[in-house]
């Protein structure tokens, strides 16, 4: 059975009701999220959060993303580096990062990563071949937080088989083992980003879902009550996003814990 280890790497603050409709404007504080998953066979990185090179390469025409999201980001104690140090786990000793999608807030932290194999979807990486510019920034997208060598390390979740999952993940039927013993699966979450994903861990107290983005409150899920409407200006697809929160809701009444990125600040 994996563990799943929890980190706070920076956060952002925006009005409350951008990320849950009706909760009213004052500001709250959105985390971002990495998880480590320490499997039989290894250890493997849930995206990355922020990085001090977040505030380096939103300059020029990725400016507009630093004012819009401000923020918050202190090396010593923020970097997901250091606070894997304190449990003694190094890059190298990672497996693979795994990435849900190519917002800026999830794989910032990339290039802290050297020689380590980068997993996304299919569709992630197509969204994102040649972005750059004001397109880039529509989608949340910074091409200078990627390492040189991206190219070479990046492996599609798709590229093995997909296998059934339990019964008692439904309405999830199928998803793509990550590692050897079958304890991460990641899992199409349509709607938020294009190739946006999330993974089924499991572990000794059940299985665990990494929701991602596919909300940014629990609320969303359990009371079916979606985010501002503002918010799919920026969203990919209004009408998969509503059709993924039906599944989580789905999920959550049959009692699976579901874990969001950017819940709880
Ligand atoms: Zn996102």
């Not at 925006?14 to 504080?29: F, M, N, S, T």
């Not at 020689?115 to 997208?141: D, H, M, Q, V």
């Not at 409150?217 to 990919?236: C, D, K, T």
Request: aromatic content about 12%; proline content about 7%; overall charge neutral.
């Amino acid at each position: 059975m994996a563990r799943i280890h929890t980190f706070s790497v920076g956060f952002c603050t925006h009005p409350a009701c951008i990320a849950l409709r009706g909760a009213g404007l004052q500001p709250r504080v959105f985390p971002a999220r990495a998880y480590l998953l320490e499997t039989r066979h290894g250890l493997y990185l849930w995206d990355t959060g922020y990085s001090a090179r977040f505030a380096t390469e939103t300059c020029g025409i990725y400016a507009p993303y630093r004012w819009v999201t401000p923020v918050t980001y202190h090396h010593e104690q923020d970097n997901l580096c250091h606070q894997l140090d304190k449990l003694g786990v190094r890059a190298a000793d990672l497996l693979a990062i795994l990435l849900s999608h190519f917002h800026a807030d999830h794989f910032a932290g990339l290039a802290d990563y050297p020689k380590r194999p980068i997993y996304a979807s299919t569709a992630a990486l197509a969204s994102i071949k040649e972005l750059s510019g004001i397109k880039a920034l529509f989608k949340a997208f910074v091409p200078g937080l990627l390492p040189s060598d991206f190219a070479d390390r990046i492996k599609p979740f798709e590229a093995k088989t997909p296998k059934p999952l339990p019964n008692s993940l439904a309405p999830f039927r199928s998803g793509w083992p990550v590692d050897a013993g079958e304890e991460i699966w990641a899992v199409p979450l349509p709607g938020h980003a294009e190739g946006h994903m999330g993974a089924f861990i499991e572990t000794d107290r059940g299985w665990v879902l990494l929701a991602s983005d596919a909300a940014w409150a629990p609320e969303s899920y359990r009371e079916l009550r979606g985010p501002s409407e503002l918010s799919f200006v920026v969203q990919h697809d209004r009408k998969d996003y509503f059709r993924t929160l039906a599944r989580l809701n789905a999920l959550y009444m049959a009692g699976i814990q579901i874990c969001l990125t950017h819940e709880g600040g």
